[in-house]
């Protein structure tokens, strides 16, 4: 669990935060410590600047946690590391803090590679009084039934004979002001909904923050969808940013640079994979190899599997689809652009209108296919995606099939009542 030591404070203000602690009122500290009323007040009014808490109460939690000598309030603990600049999300942040500071479990998706986990960590760092302490805790190597094991190591708690491990998480946060972050819940959503529903009951104080590919689905959650990157803004300033790091001497034009970003749809882990070639291929070479994106947005290395190529970020959110899913994901790879859902249908070889709908609702609430909210009717594939099912079409042997459908839809949209306004693959 995080917790705190004593920084920037003065010996006498560590005597007072102790005496806060055990709950003696400024008078009591005070005649206590031989000191005026006054001056109490001030070294009180000082650590709660220096701890970043609002009230009493919350001071007094960090007195426990200093007696305890553990780590420091306001810390993000097991966080990982910030290796590069933060760059945009200014709206998505102030979006993101405003839904923490109104609700209990705030869950943060989008589609992998987004930048989900780099957000939920600023955001996490920035957030408001949580004496207790802020815990993040990787859910990425974990597996189905082993959520409450993964979030009791991050909090220090120990199972108790005959009762479950969530009880005992339950027991060690109690009344705790504390935020949890569970980070890449989609592969073990069921597991960490039913966790998180069971610590909001148990724990009044717990606030929860997670990222996925879905939301969790829990009573009180409140969703925010992080889509990629803005182009002619942001988007240009990471690629440049992360050029510049891989290839001090980078330089391009701005045109060029707008163009590789366009055609990695702003997603940051593309750009960001895309840049690092850039000292090696020049922004022109890179926007060259675009023309097989999934080959040249790769070789990125480190513990994140997922991170080392756009197919790796891809193929994680694919290989937990049901074989229903996939297959009609990867028809869907035949659309250039928006489709409406009789196209869809039209195309797809899954099944009828209400079943199709199901099946594109499915994609969407795993953020694989992205609804049209300007255009109400319509959805469509990022590029990068359509790229992966595309392969994937291929891979499986039912290019020809899905194309021939895909024609004969294109063919009769020339009739009287089919409605050609998407659906064509343009």
């Known amino acids: 669990m995080t917790t705190a030591k004593p920084r920037d404070a003065s010996r006498r203000e560590i005597e007072v935060l102790a005496l806060v602690g055990a709950r003696l009122s400024n008078a009591e500290i005070a005649g206590r410590l031989h000191l005026s009323v006054r001056t109490v007040e001030n070294h009180v009014s000082s650590l709660l600047r220096t701890y970043g808490v609002l009230d009493r109460r919350a001071l007094a939690e960090v007195a426990v946690q200093v007696a305890a000598g553990v780590a420091e309030p306001g810390r993000l603990a097991r966080a990982p590391a910030e290796l590069t600049r933060f760059i945009g999300r200014d709206a998505e942040r102030d979006l993101l803090a405003g839904a923490l500071r109104d609700g209990r479990l705030v869950t ?74 569970l ?115 790769a070789g990125g290395r480190g513990t994140d599997e997922r991170h080392h190529s756009l197919s790796a970020a891809i193929g994680w959110s694919y290989d937990l689809l049901d074989d229903e899913e996939r297959s009609f994901f990867r028809q869907l790879a035949v659309f250039a652009g928006t489709f409406a859902l009789d196209a869809a249908v039209a195309v797809a070889s899954v099944g009828d209108r209400g079943e199709v709908a199901d099946l594109l609702g499915r994609l969407v609430d795993k953020s694989l296919v992205v609804h049209q909210r300007g255009e109400p009717g319509t959805w469509r594939l990022l590029d990068t995606v359509r790229a992966f099912a595309a392969d994937r079409l291929r891979a499986g042997g039912e290019e020809a099939q899905a194309r021939q459908r895909h024609l004969a839809w294109f063919a009769a949209c020339g009739l009287p009542g089919c409605d050609d306004r998407v659906g064509a693959g343009r």
């Open 183 to 297: 980070d890449n819940c989609e592969h073990v959503i069921d597991a960490a909904a039913g966790l998180a529903e069971r610590l909001l009951s148990a724990c009044p104080g717990v606030r929860i923050l997670a990222t996925s590919r879905e939301r969790l689905g829990v009573r009180g959650e409140r969703t925010v969808r992080l889509a990629p990157l803005p182009l002619a803004s942001d988007a240009e300033i990471l690629f440049a940013d992360r050029a510049s790091v891989a290839d001090p001497g980078f330089a391009a034009d701005p045109m060029t640079v707008a163009e590789i970003c366009a055609r990695l749809d702003g997603l940051p882990l593309a750009i960001e994979l895309a840049a690092v070639r850039t000292a090696a291929l020049g922004a022109g070479g890179v926007l060259a190899g675009l023309d097989d994106r999934l080959r040249l947005v």
């Open 108 to 181: 943060l998706h989008g589609p992998g590679g987004a930048g989900k986990t780099r957000l939920a960590v600023e955001v996490a760092r920035a957030a408001g009084s949580f004496p207790s302490g802020r815990v993040f805790i990787d859910l990425v190597p974990v597996r189905e039934g082993h959520v409450a094991q993964a979030v009791a190591a991050a909090l220090g708690a120990s199972e108790r004979p005959g009762d479950p491990l969530e009880d005992a998480v339950a027991a060690r946060l109690g009344d705790s002001r504390s935020l949890l972050v």
